[in-house]
């Protein structure tokens, strides 16, 4: 049986990422908390869920298998020498060959750097130590 307007709209919000609450909000339900888990707990949406989810992921992987595949053959039949270049880089980085490391170093401390223990938790207590 297909499911009504609504909880198909609840299905498509729930496989574009959103929780079931929201889901449940962007398919205008009342109490999206509670129309949420009560959804996601009904077998008819539950496996309309599923196989969303199953649907997209198999698109994604077809979609990555023919990348893949054209950037081989670029890589291996490019009459020009950059752009078989540029399909080997394309296809290292995609098996994770080429990671960029970046160093970042903060002084989190600054202004901060020369004040005790006892006076930061003051500070983030919220409390001021003057007097009025």
Same mark, same amino acid.
């Given at each position: 049986?297909?499911?009504?307007?609504?909880?198909?709209? !609840?299905?498509?919000? *729930? &496989?574009?990422?959103?929780?079931?609450?929201? +889901? /449940?909000?962007?398919?205008?339900?009342?109490?999206?908390?509670?129309?949420?888990?009560?959804?996601? *707990?009904?077998?008819? &949406?539950?496996? %309309?869920?599923?196989? %969303? =989810?199953?649907?997209?992921?198999?698109? /994604?992987? +077809? $979609?990555?298998?023919?990348? @893949?595949?054209?950037?081989?053959?670029? +890589? &291996? #039949? /490019?009459?020009?020498?950059?752009?078989?270049? %540029?399909?080997?880089?394309? @296809?290292? *980085?995609?098996?994770?060959? !080429? $990671?960029?490391? =970046?160093?970042?170093?903060? #002084? =989190?401390?600054? +202004?901060? /750097?020369?004040?005790?223990?006892?006076?930061?938790?003051? @500070?983030?207590?919220?409390?001021?130590?003057?007097?009025?």
């Amino acid at each position: 049986m297909a499911l009504n307007e609504r909880r198909q709209r !609840f299905v498509d919000a *729930k &496989v574009g990422g959103s929780n079931a609450s929201e +889901a /449940a909000r962007a398919a205008g339900y009342g109490s999206p908390g509670m129309a949420g888990s009560r959804l996601m *707990k009904n077998d008819e &949406v539950r496996q %309309a869920v599923d196989s %969303a =989810v199953e649907s997209v992921h198999e698109q /994604a992987e +077809a $979609t990555l298998v023919w990348i @893949l595949s054209r950037l081989a053959h670029e +890589a &291996v #039949n /490019a009459h020009e020498g950059s752009v078989r270049v %540029a399909a080997l880089a394309w @296809l290292g *980085k995609h098996r994770g060959m !080429f $990671t960029e490391q =970046v160093d970042v170093r903060v #002084n =989190v401390l600054g +202004a901060y /750097a020369e004040l005790t223990t006892a006076e930061l938790r003051l @500070l983030a207590s919220g409390e001021s130590s003057e007097s009025p």
